[in-house]
């Protein structure tokens, strides 16, 4: 199972707690984060060793670009 989250501001350490709660919950093998902001240094460092992937509005843009999607920024 996959969890998935989706913020759209500044994602704060106690989400990727509650994530992280919510995968060992469920059982899940993957939680994945998207904001169209940024992580902070603490939940970049939160992240380390654990099944969570962030994806943050950089990540996102490269994505698009890389499937031929023009982005204007």
Known sequence: MHIFFEKLYLILLLTLRE???IMADEGAV???????????NDSR???KGKPLVLLDGSNLIQMFKDFGYKCPY
């Open 45 to 47: 460092e939160f992240q």
């Open 19 to 21: 994530l992280n709660g």
């Open 30 to 40: 993957e939680g994945i984060l998207v904001t169209t902001s940024y992580y902070g």
